[in-house]
């Protein structure tokens, strides 16, 4: 494991981790720009309540993309039982 120390959103972080260091960084420049995005919006609305907000988004995309995935596995196993089966696509 490595050791890593990260500035996010003005927070200094240091944890260890079996993580790519690059993936780590452009997780950490997605965080600062997508935050830096709200905060534009939302100038009135306090840090923690930006980060509330922050933290939704991401998961809604977690979700999105998670249910994208599911349904072209779907799709995939579908095309592989008609390959498998001798039907015609």
Do not use: W, Y
């Not at 965080?31 to 100038?43: A, N, P, T, V």
């Not at 991401?58 to 592989?80: F, H, P, S």
């Amino acid at each position: 494991m490595q050791n890593f120390t990260l500035d996010v959103l003005g927070l200094e972080i240091s944890f260890k981790a079996d993580a790519d260091p690059a993936r780590l960084e452009q997780a950490r420049q997605m965080l600062d720009k997508r935050f830096e995005i709200l905060k534009q919006h939302g100038r009135h609305l306090s840090k923690e309540k930006l980060l509330t907000f922050l933290a939704l988004a991401l998961a809604d995309d977690l979700l999105v993309m998670t249910e994208k995935l599911d349904t072209a596995e779907e799709r995939i196993q579908d095309i592989v039982t008609k390959i498998e089966t001798g039907m015609h696509l």
